[in-house]
């Protein structure tokens, strides 16, 4: 990858192609585990989120992107993905390759009765 100092739209060039690496990594992680939670450390409705799949007896990948190094490109897709700025990018939740939303997407599907299926659907659980 090159970056050429004197041309804003070489920059912007190299700035797309780090954004559709991070956009890869992404989908290769969603697409590789049956559920993958994006979170911050320290963020209390991150904390809620795992400690429910958890107690499913789920085991997501999580990744954190405070401690991530391309952690800031990641949130930006996050946010992105969330939509309207209405939801938070974090935590984000993949269940089965597709975004299921944030913590109250999730806790919704949880008190709906719908979140169960999805996890056993995806491969999270087997009971």
């Known amino acids: ?32 585990n049956a559920v993958v939670v994006f979170t911050i450390s320290g963020c209390c409705m991150c904390h809620v989120v795992k400690q429910l799949l958890f107690g499913f007896g789920v085991g997501p990948t999580i990744v954190e992107l405070d401690r991530d190094a391309a952690g800031r490109e990641i949130h930006a897709l996050l946010f992105q993905l969330a939509g309207d700025g209405q939801q938070q990018p974090v935590p ?7 975004f299921l ?3 109250e997407t999730v806790m919704a599907c949880h008190i709906n009765g719908t979140l169960v299926p999805l996890l056993k659907e995806a491969g999270a659980l087997w009971l």
């Open 101 to 103: 939303g944030g913590v």
């Open 92 to 98: 984000a939740v993949f269940v089965g390759g597709k």
């Open 1 to 32: 990858m090159q970056v050429v100092k004197d041309s804003s739209s070489n920059m912007r060039i190299v700035g797309e192609s780090r954004m559709e690496s991070v956009y890869e990594r992404v989908r290769f992680l969603v697409s590789g």
